[in-house]
């Protein structure tokens, strides 16, 4: 090592963050000079533990555990948020429950800046806690929550410009469009706070600590329920509604952005306090370019990957928007969409284990490849892909043998109780391979295999999902002067010939992913 470097690695002993700023900037050979509260001993240990994080001197099946029951619990408790709107929703009406349906596609895109920035993240954090770097990991959480509030309030500037012509788009009745808008327009405002929770949430899971979301989890939907019932005006039967607020949507979007500020609070508490093994740090709150391109050049990849699948994806509730408009000109009534999102909904709780499983798979695949073992990183996923097929096959199960029960729990409105129940036993028949792609995707992600990934999705969403979608629905173009381009395909199987579409796509993604796990250098991928 020669004279300039020695001097760096001096200066290091007696200034923290020119220590810090030494192991972001410089190479291994002055990191390994460095001493102190910067780094710390990675590594495994003979048996196969991790020396250093909040996994240290587990075992793995331990580490799976103590990484995917938190998760499990607050994804569930995250989809809740999503389930309460609905429910709400439905409770006031078929155009309120659109409304709500067709926000949730915009949230989702609003989640899309979050998660591109949370992968990021959770990979660099990942990476330098299996290594013993916690200066590097403490930078990388400063700078995540520093552009986390940066994109949360440019995306949500763009909800509000773009929520009428969407609201347009979908092809929504006056009343939904009304209170579509005014939905977004409340959700906008709360986009900074929403992106702030769940990239925290994402640090937090990269450093090893998966209950501390949780809690705030836990904080977050006990205030979002009691909120938007509060504001909504809903009313319980035999109860009512005691509060005396009349919002509607209004009110819904209140309680949910309440209940963000809330979660994103807790976890600010946390942070500062160092409760993950991480500490957020003032300084490294102010922009470090070295940093911000490492989490761009992580975040961007999966930023685009997801675009892509939302664009997708928003195509398909476009056709659902289609398929409800020509059964309104036949006097079938409207009320697919929402029949679609309640369907949504109820499914995401299928996946939630598997959505757990990765993101265990997602922190150990990074720490065990930093603490330089790619035969442990992939057995750890192996594993975590197996409980999630397990537990999503059986969810799968009561799907396919209870779905008119799930269906009037969450609604009682006809449209929903009459399309709903066909569309859970679709997908209940694919829950098994819809959790090998969530888990080796998420995986792949962990380990900063993110332009590969990115590539598959793209792949898999329009040469399969969209093709298959179109063909199978026989969905026709609605054109301003209210007439339709026919549909060339001969099949016309409406809302559930889109959805036999949709899971046969998943059962494709679930062999392409699993082929790259096997047979890719995912655990090879730059960081």
């Not at 520093?146 to 500037?157: F, S």
């Not at 990849?301 to 020509?326: C, D, K, Q, S, Y």
């Amino acid at each position: 090592m020669g004279d300039g470097h020695d001097e760096k690695a001096a200066e290091c002993s007696v200034e923290r963050l020119a220590c810090e700023s030494v192991e972001l900037t410089e190479g291994p050979a002055v990191r390994g000079a460095v001493e102190g509260g910067a780094r710390r001993a990675g590594g495994l240990t003979a048996d196969g533990r991790l020396r250093s994080g909040r996994l240290a001197g587990l075992s793995m099946w331990q580490a799976v555990w103590v990484l995917s029951w938190p998760v499990t619990l607050e994804s569930f408790l995250n989809s809740l948020v999503g389930l309460t709107d609905t429910k709400l929703a439905a409770g006031l009406g078929v155009d309120e429950t659109d409304a709500i349906g067709g926000a949730s596609y915009i949230m989702w895109f609003i989640g899309l800046v979050v998660m591109a920035l949370g992968v990021g993240a959770t990979a660099l954090i990942a990476r330098s806690v299996g290594r013993g770097r916690m200066g590097v990991a403490n930078a990388v959480l400063g700078q995540a929550v520093t552009l986390a509030v940066v994109a949360g309030a440019l995306v949500g500037a763009l909800v509000t410009v773009v929520a009428a012509p969407v609201a347009m788009l979908l092809s929504m009745s006056d009343g939904a469009s009304e209170a579509f808008d005014r939905y977004m327009t409340v959700i906008a405002f709360g986009a900074p706070g929403a992106a702030m929770l769940f990239v925290m949430i994402a640090c937090a899971r990269g450093a090893g600590d998966s209950k501390s979301p949780l809690l705030a989890m836990v904080a977050r939907n006990i205030v979002n329920i009691f909120a938007s019932y509060a504001l909504s005006g809903y009313e319980i039967e035999g109860i009512g509604n005691p509060f005396g607020f009349d919002l509607g949507v209004t009110g819904i979007a209140l309680g949910t952005v309440i209940g963000d500020f809330t979660g994103g609070g807790i976890m600010l508490w946390m942070a500062l306090r160092g409760r993950w093994g991480i500490t957020l740090k003032r300084r490294w709150l102010k922009p470090h370019w070295h940093t911000v391109r490492r989490l761009l050049r992580l975040g961007l990849p999966n930023f685009f990957e997801t675009f892509g699948m939302w664009i997708g994806n928003f195509m398909v509730i476009v056709m659902v928007g289609w398929l409800g408009a020509r059964s309104a000109v036949e006097g079938g009534g409207n009320g697919l969409l929402g029949a679609h999102i309640i369907g949504v909904r109820i499914e995401a709780f299928s996946f939630l284990p598997g959505f757990a499983m990765g993101m265990a798979a997602a922190t150990l695949a990074g720490q065990y490849i930093g603490a330089g073992s790619e035969t442990m990183a992939r057995a750890a996923v192996l594993r975590c892909a197996g409980l999630a097929a397990v537990v999503m096959g059986v969810i799968g199960g009561l799907f396919v043998a209870l779905p008119h029960e799930i269906t009037a729990m969450l609604s009682d409105q006809p449209e929903h109780l009459n399309n709903t129940p066909a569309l859970l036993v679709i997908c209940g028949v694919v829950q098994v391979p819809f959790a090998l792609a969530i888990v080796f995707r998420s995986a792949m992600r962990g380990a900063g295999d993110v332009k590969v990934v990115m590539m598959l999705t793209w792949v898999s969403t329009y040469v399969i999902r969209l093709p298959m979608a179109y063909v199978l629905s026989g969905v026709d173009i609605p054109l301003p002067d209210g007439t339709f381009i026919e549909n060339p395909s001969p099949l016309d199987w409406g809302l559930n010939g889109l959805w036999i579409g949709l899971c046969g796509e998943l059962i494709l993604r679930g062999a392409i992913f699993s082929l790259r796990f096997f047979f890719g250098g995912w655990t090879r991928a730059k960081v």
